[in-house]
């Protein structure tokens, strides 16, 4: 018996980084929330932002810059955090940017899918407090 896929995003939540357009399928996204106040996490790689409270439960923010490969800001003022649907439920993107439910399907986007975003997690963030513990 052939293993079922999931089918590909119809939707998704595009937002911008610099001149790069990406998009996170919207199935990814529990919410989108203002990010009013962070906390920040001594000796954290620089793409965990902080922890965020939202309603109670506390995500870690990632910097979605930082994530791609981009320079990381300095802090996350002024902005959104993307809420991530399990399996990544404990993460929140930050993004600079508006977003907007835009097809996945569009030319001029990259989408980043959730298996893309547990490696870069995995990539750039468990990596990240490895070499800070080996320091």
Do not use: K, W, Y
């Amino acid at each position: 018996m052939p293993l079922e896929t999931d089918p590909a995003p119809r939707s998704c939540l595009r937002f911008s980084l610099g001149v790069h357009a990406f998009g996170v399928p919207l199935e990814q996204v529990r919410e989108v929330v203002p990010v009013v106040e962070v906390h920040p996490v001594p000796l954290a790689p620089p793409n965990v932002l902080g922890l965020l409270n939202v309603r109670g439960q506390v995500l870690t923010l990632l910097s979605t810059a930082g994530l791609l490969g981009m320079v990381v800001r300095d802090g996350a003022a002024h902005g959104l955090a993307l809420v991530l649907a399990p399996p990544l439920n404990n993460l929140a993107l930050f993004v600079q940017a508006r977003v907007e439910i835009t097809p996945a399907d569009d030319g001029h986007l990259t989408l980043l899918s959730p298996a893309d975003l547990a490696a870069r997690v995995e990539e750039r963030l468990v990596a990240g407090f490895r070499t800070g513990a080996e320091a």
